[in-house]
């Protein structure tokens, strides 16, 4: 057996790059979640930080479908929906405590997209897009139809979040649990993906056949992935709710689903901070254009397109990439 | 090792392999050889579980696995690599090779999310063991390169490592030496030997007549997928049947 000179890179004595890349980007992150409060003068700030943190949680849940493990999924937000309606009809209409409400909505949307999955899987590219693209379809218009238990187009109240006689309330006070939450998120999708587990997604989007010859049972793979980004869309979903206070069908829909997909594609496919900064850009760009209804539409269009041409591997890849500096001529 | 009897497939009317049985002994180097669209790669890729084959069945160290999945078959110690490189473009190189190992590794995925003990060691454990794979192929120089940068010949050489981190022991390779120059398919060559030194058995489907004559102990001869012959390199040499479809094929042109 060959032991490594520590020029492979492999060097087991020190710490290996990613290891230092990785703890560097957790204390970033971490710092930029501590101070960030100070710099928010009020809290119209404080909820655009939190709805960015939710938005950016669904979107690296999703970055783990599409950029990992190639899986499209074009009704991503579907699942956000059913978790929010969910906690918000058992909390109003049975008198759910919101964490049993929580819970039980992530239970429901786990078994329904397993049982979802284990049809539309089969399908690949345009086809996978397609009947996911319908499921969101499907969700948002049992959303709006079923008026006597979600209020239709018009949406329903929802009530505070508490647990064990605590609770939440205020911008504030839910910037921590977003802020704790997102950082949570980041550190266990960075250990999916660099665990076995998660190099066997990513090896089943490099090469189905691959995968399946070196021991990946690639359906179950599928599955387990689609069923966990769903779940915990649905968690954010009930979160969601219970911060909003009021929802309605339009946070379920299609457009909801294509936000999340640009974030993706415009952060960096197979990067988790790239569907980071790419939340934090598309979800504050709404902000800046307020004054101009319709306007952010156009914006992420130009912005997908302008991805497609000049940064095609996305936002942060390409600039990491570009950062990095060059290797000895090993290649 | 391997017993294949009666094994069928076809693609609507195409008989891609038609009735071929053959045994396999333990230890062994075992070639296949043939012309092109004789059935080679589809019965590596009906012994390896990816297709399902029309009729007959294929049976590992005694035990039935025809329609076994190709997942399952891994961890029972079956791995292959194809002609058509299957190389995961989206990785490093060493990566793909890791990939390799996915059965012999803790793969849940709450066990990954939530780094469960012993799950970082066992991952550097079998990061170290790629990288002596790829050196032991002849992939040394591409262990820090991501593998949409490798060059054919190299790529090649990785599926090898790739296949060999299940640690198979029955290996079937698909044209290893294709693409390969001279040196590359003699230390092909020499890495065959090797691995049935280490108790490997192993498969080739190889075009080069010289390699397949020295390294193999059988030879199992397809032609439109149908075995037209079988035995020790000797015998294969001095068969007629092998002998006519091979210099003078005529009666088959179209
Ligand atoms: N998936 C497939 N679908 C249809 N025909 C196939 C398929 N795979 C192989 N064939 C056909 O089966 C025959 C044998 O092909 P193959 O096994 O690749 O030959 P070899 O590897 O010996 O060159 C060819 O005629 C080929 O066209
Ligand atoms: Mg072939």
Redesign the pocket.
């Known amino acids: 057996m060959i032991k490594l000179p520590g020029a492979n890179g492999v060097d087991s004595g020190s710490l290996p790059e990613e290891v230092v890349n990785r703890f560097r980007g957790l204390a970033a992150l971490a710092a930029v979640l501590i101070i960030l409060p100070a710099f928010l003068p009020n809290t119209f700030y404080v909820d655009v930080a939190n709805r960015v943190a939710i938005l950016a949680m669904n979107a690296i849940m999703l970055n783990l479908l599409m950029g990992y493990t190639g899986q499209i999924s074009l009704g991503h937000a579907g699942f956000f929906g059913l978790g929010a309606y969910g906690s918000a009809i058992l909390t109003a209409r049975y008198n759910v405590p919101p964490l049993g409400g929580l819970i039980l909505s992530a239970v429901v949307t786990a078994l329904l997209s397993w049982a979802v999955a284990r049809v539309i899987l089969r399908l690949r590219g345009h086809y996978l897009a397609m009947a996911t693209l319908g499921l969101g379809v499907i969700i948002t218009i049992v959303l709006t139809n079923e008026a006597q238990w979600t209020g239709g187009p018009d949406g329903m109240p929802v009530g505070r979040f508490s647990v064990l006689g605590y609770s939440l309330a205020g911008e504030r006070q839910w910037y921590w649990v977003f802020a704790v939450l997102l950082f949570a998120t980041v550190v266990i999708t960075q250990n999916l993906i660099n665990s076995p587990a998660g190099r066997a997604l990513q090896a089943l989007h490099g090469s189905e056949v691959a995968a399946t010859v070196a021991g990946v049972d690639v359906r179950r793979r599928k599955m387990d992935v689609f069923v966990l980004s769903a779940t915990v869309s649905s968690i954010l979903g009930s979160l969601g709710a219970h911060y909003f206070g009021y929802i309605n069908p339009g946070i379920a829909d299609f457009v909801q689903s294509t936000e999340l997909v640009i974030i993706v594609v415009f952060g960096g496919m197979a990067s988790i901070y790239g569907a980071l900064i790419g939340a934090v850009i598309i979800g504050i760009l709404p902000q800046f254009l307020a004054g101009y209804d319709g306007w952010d539409v156009v914006a992420f269009g130009v912005i997908l397109a302008a991805t497609m041409i000049f940064l095609p591997r996305g936002l942060v890849p390409s600039l990491a990439a570009a950062m990095r500096p060059k290797r000895g001529a090993t290649c | 090792m391997l017993t294949v009897d009666h094994l069928s497939k076809s693609?609507g009317g195409?008989h891609?392999v038609q009735d071929v049985g053959f045994h396999i002994p333990a230890g062994s180097v075992y070639s296949v050889i043939?012309p092109?669209?004789?059935?080679?790669?589809?019965l590596f890729n009906l012994i390896s579980g990816l297709y399902t084959p029309t009729a007959g069945s294929v049976k590992f160290e005694g035990a039935e696995i025809t329609g076994i999945p190709p997942h399952s078959l891994a961890r029972m110690g079956i791995s292959r690599t194809f002609?058509n490189l299957q190389v995961c473009k989206n990785l490093s190189a060493i990566e793909n090779v890791m990939v390799g190992a996915h059965s012999r590794l803790n793969s849940g995925m709450f066990a990954g999310m939530f780094r469960f003990p012993g799950i970082v060691r066992s991952d550097r454990a079998c990061k170290e063991r790629a990288v002596d794979l790829m050196t032991q192929v002849g992939c040394k120089a591409y262990i820090d390169a991501h593998a949409s940068a490798m060059p054919y010949g190299a790529l090649k050489k990785l599926e090898v490592a790739r296949a060999l981190a299940s640690e198979p022991r029955l290996l079937f390779l698909d044209e290893p030496a294709a693409g390969l120059n001279h040196t590359e398919t003699h230390d092909m060559a020499l890495l065959v030997g090797e691995l049935v030194r280490l108790g490997i058995t192993v498969v080739v489907?190889e075009h080069d007549m010289k390699l397949v004559m020295n390294i193999s102990h059988r030879i199992l001869v397809?032609n439109y997928?149908q075995k037209l012959a079988e035995g020790t390199p000797e015998e294969i040499r001095k068969n007629p049947d092998v002998i006519a479809a091979y210099l003078g094929g005529d009666e088959d042109e179209e």
Do not use: P, R
């Open positions: 693609f195409i891609a043939g092109n669209g004789a059935g080679k790669t589809t002609q489907v397809l997928g």
